[in-house]
């Protein structure tokens, strides 16, 4: 009998197909909403103006700007006159969505922020949808029941003339998380350990839908956490079934329908769950019960270990030996004590307002560690607003951090805020690889706790221990 | 673009596995606003101390225009979907790069600008690794890559991307052409699909 049971993901790619896969040719898939932001879209304007082509749906094209952004008073009241390559990219990207009839938070907006934290802020994310930016932790969108993916500025300028990709379908799998996420462990500490078990191309060439008791009860901040890193497993995307956590943190947000065409959407939304027996190519088990708090003491986010664990032996595995090199960390030592520089709680990973709770908490009547800098960025200017409005702001100039403006910032290093050539970063950004938070810089990955924790003792702790 | 039938160079191999795109074109970079020119920034914190000086690299030591054919170790071009990282190698002087496992959106990214991402097995890839600097062919009609002493190693490559390739020509025009279907799509199109994003 053929299995007539659809996945989630199943469901999503049927509905967008304008016409289908052949052995010829890839189907030709229609994109809802497109996320634009200042660094990957300037070459595919180009290509518009070059062939005299405009943008056919505007009213799916969302921007804002991030990567390039300054995160200091100063450098958002200088970049009008700031001639630096971040200035000109910014500006040139508000000045194409201005030609081409986009809409873009942009820095004078007090609705900007990191694309993917604005999309679902915004109400813009939603189920169902198919969902791409030229950024590859648009598998963050996911955590709606969306199809989320990263595309590369060639394929920005596709959807920018067409609103469709072309695109084979990849293959599924399901990530199983049952148990419970012990008390101290965060979504975070969940996915960095999926990555460690299945490695950092585990996931190529699959959509992963996270499925299980323990992703029923993370909420939307944390289910964003986990389908953010899914392109850290080299996956194509990550995707969690919608269900009233979803309905509920949507409910009454800007662009999402109103009225009795709410209840209309909701009842859409509630098929979209996979249905019962439906095949995955892959299936992946992992119990959250059993997890601890996790940090990465590596070069790429796989390299990764329990924060009360032991850095591996090298043994003959020359990458291994590279990692360790590089980060200057001994084969079987323990990661706790490892002294280090700089804390930056932040990114599209792990800067919404519970994640900057999570890090206040840890923080309230401490003080970071002498010598130590501590970073906070949120995530968007109306999550600044709301941790303002909860004192969080004043926790963490109290505890002696610095308080920014939002924007990708120290996760990516191109808007002047770097770690350091040679320092430690303990970071709760997504990428550890070298080099990411500026040349040199050795980046610890872990949670908004653990990194608060980290920057109260000035060395890698289990925040479990400052946990009241 | 120019049609693409036949690469035919020495290999420069990099044998660290999952060599990521901030290793090809570190961030910092990513603040131009063309395509052109990132080649002298490839892999530039392994080429390039602190000060700018030049490292002892196997980078620095090979003619990139004889060595147009970049061996990598597993999972190569892992991490962003910046495109630059193809533009980079591309100006750098690469043409193709040849590993067990490339990644997803790397792979889109350089069919779309002529430059071949060939996975092969992991015996042809062994001897690779062992071979630098060996002469080697890719053959992108037949699909193979042939390796000195008559050795042919199939590999897959999307069929559409190929024949782009091949004609010379770019995936827009084919979407483009599509504009009646897509218009037919939107007007059939259900409730959520298609729905415009602005404030209600």
Known sequence: MVNQAKSMFDKIWARHIVSPETADTPAVLYIDLHLTHEVTTPQAFSVLRDRGLGVRRPDLTLGTVDHSSPTTTAGLRGIATADTPQARQILEFERNCRDFGI???GLDSEHRGIVHVVGPEQGATQPGKTIVCGDSHTSTHGAFGALAFGIGTTEVGHVLATQCLLQRKPRSMAVNVG???PAGVSAKDLV???????????????VIEYRGSAVRALSMEERMTVCNMSIEA???AGMIAPDETTFEYLRGRPRVPGGAQWEAAVARWRELASDEGAAFDKEVELDASALAPMVTYGTNPGMVIPVDGRIPATGDDPA??????????????????SPIDIVFIGSCTNSRIEDLRAAAAILRERKVAAGVRLLVVPG?????????????????????????????????AMNGDSVGSGKYSVSTSNRNFEGRQGAGARTLLAGPATAAAAAVTGRVTDPRELMV | MDPITRIHSRTLVLPATDIDTDQIIPARFLTTTARAGLGRHAFEDWRYDADGTPTAHVLNQLDPGDHRILVGGHNFGCGSSREHAPWALLDYGFRAVISTGIADIFTANSLKNGLLPVVVDEPAHRWLLDNP????????????????????VAFHIEPFARYCLLQGIDQLGFLLAKNDEIAAFERQAGPDVSAATNPN
Do not use: F
């Open chain 1, 234 to 236: 080299g996956a194509r």
């Open chain 1, 192 to 206: 960095l350990a999926l990555i460690g078990k299945i490695g950092v191309g585990g996931g190529s060439g699959h």
């Open chain 2, 133 to 152: 600097g060996a002469e080697i062919d890719i053959d992108l009609e037949a699909c193979v890559v042939r390796l000195p002493g008559d050795r042919e």
């Open chain 1, 320 to 337: 291994l030996q590279k990692a360790l090199e590089y980060m200057g960390l001994e084969p079987g030592a323990a990661i706790a004590g």
């Open chain 1, 179 to 181: 148990g419970v996420l």
């Open chain 1, 380 to 412: 968007s200017q109306a999550i600044k607003r709301a941790a303002e409005a909860e004192g969080i702001d004043a926790v963490v100039r109290a505890a002696g951090g610095e308080w920014r403006e939002s924007g990708c910032s120290m996760c990516i």
């Open chain 1, 103 to 105: 809409e873009c938070l």
